[in-house]
């Protein structure tokens, strides 16, 4: 399940990343060199980038490659490690919890505002914390399984490459 969905994932973020990489050169072009800007082309390209970042974090949390500092975790036992590891999991997924209810409710608020140049929904552009923010949820406790399990690694200093 979850090679389906990280597939799916690294290729949504390679098209966001290619798609606005063009966007914002047609953008330039059509600005600078003809002297005539296409507005869409701003609206669409920060649309692609809330979903790149949003979701690129989800790739972070999947292979545990997001920054920390574990100056004093690396000279606690590997048993307190291992139980600071899983209260630092519990409280990550809790504020993404807060994170998926608050964009859902941003996300209904603004889905009657719409981009003034494309003419669809705001919604769009905030709907991407909650997708992101579920599906770093699921990756955090699908490490958390695969650890208690012992196929995985987890806590400070034993990062997962996917």
């Given amino acids: 399940m979850s090679i389906v969905i990280d597939r799916i994932v690294n290729w949504a ?25 296409l507005a869409w082309t701003e609206e669409l390209a920060s649309l692609l980038f809330a ?3 949003f979701v690129g974090a989800y790739v972070g949390i ?5 920054i920390s500092i574990d100056t004093l975790v690396v000279f606690l036992p590997d048993g307190a490690r291992r139980a600071l590891s899983r209260l ?12 998926a209810w608050q964009g859902f409710r941003l996300t ?23 997708v992101a923010a ?9 490490g958390r399984w695969q650890a208690w ?14």
Wanted: proline letters at 4%; a positive charge.
């Fill in 13 to 37: 973020l390679a098209a966001c990343l290619g798609v606005m990489t063009c966007i914002v050169f047609v953008s330039v072009v059509f600005r600078y060199v003809l002297n005539s800007p």
């Fill in 51 to 53: 979903w790149l970042t």
């Fill in 62 to 66: 999947r292979s545990r490659s997001h």
């Fill in 88 to 99: 630092v999991d519990v409280g990550v997924l809790l504020l993404l919890v807060v994170f």
């Fill in 108 to 130: 209904l608020t603004t889905w009657d505002l719409e981009f003034p140049a494309m003419e669809i929904s705001r919604g769009y552009l905030y709907a991407s914390l909650p």
């Fill in 134 to 142: 579920c599906l770093m949820a699921l990756a955090l406790i699908h």
């Fill in 149 to 162: 399990r012992g196929r995985g690694a987890s806590g400070p200093g034993k990062e997962r490459r996917a």
